[in-house]
């Protein structure tokens, strides 16, 4: 059973970048399932509707990687020896290590139909084989002093996510002519500079992926609540 939480867990083990190659590694553990709700789970996509045929998952905070496995497709293996694909949109605290929370329709699905419980499976990470770009969706509340966003619809996990500003913010602050790492945050999976601070309103953004596949994406309004830019490429 999964237990919600804004706050973010001492002790997660980071998911090595080996394991964002498609289906490198295959883990061992169990399935539970609990009553999902997309928006709301600690991945917050809000504003990014859940594809189509993945069932959400919760995954083990071991795993939880500070958010890093936030969109992850994961194909489960269960008992009967048929695999299931779903999709990871929060954390699951109360679960033993290398184990998943699933929604009811994807528990359905992997179980066979059994009634709640436990069941032992195995899983890995595979590529969403999503035909749509990324999608940069700005945080709301944010401005040219206040820079959060969340990168959504990527095929794999992503290593990073780098801003070059172009902009000016109101403190004068602001690097120029250097790209920015931002760092995700474990509680709402959205990046933000270390400290907070503001990048100005448009800037490039460079996503990097497991493999180290980079995806530029120029003059992305970066002041605008809620805005959401398709990138010029995926994972």
Not at 48 to 54: C, F, S, T, V, Y
Not at 132 to 148: A, H, L, Q, R, W
Not at 176 to 198: A, C, E, H, I, M
């Amino acid at each position: 059973m999964l237990f919600s939480s804004s706050n973010s867990f001492a002790g997660a083990v980071s998911v090595n970048t080996s394991l964002y190659g498609d289906g490198e590694q295959v883990f061992q553990g169990e399935a539970t399932t609990w009553g999902a709700n997309w928006p709301s789970g600690n991945c917050l996509f809000e504003k990014w509707p859940q594809p189509e045929g993945l069932g959400a998952i919760a995954m083990a905070s071991n795993l939880w990687d500070s958010a890093g496995i936030c969109g992850a497709c994961i194909s489960i293996t269960g008992p009967s020896g048929d695999t299931h694909d779903g999709i990871v949109s929060d954390q699951c605290p109360s679960c033993k290590k290398d184990s998943l929370d699933l929604a009811p329709d994807l528990w359905k699905k992997v179980s066979n139909n059994q009634t709640p419980g436990i069941l032992k499976i195995s899983w890995k990470i595979v590529s969403c084989k999503f035909s749509t770009p990324i999608e940069f969706i700005n945080k709301g509340g944010v401005s040219k002093d206040s820079t959060s966003v969340q990168v959504a619809g990527s095929n794999m996990p992503i290593e990073s996510l780098e801003i070059l500003p172009s902009g000016s913010n109101s403190s004068g602050t602001m690097p120029t002519g250097n790209w920015v790492k931002l760092v995700r945050q474990s509680s709402s999976n959205y990046f933000q500079p270390d400290p907070p601070s503001g990048l100005g309103a448009i800037g490039d953004l460079r996503v990097t992926c497991g493999d180290g596949k980079q995806i530029i994406t120029k003059h992305v309004h970066l002041d605008q609540p809620l805005n959401t830019t398709a990138a010029t490429g995926n994972c």
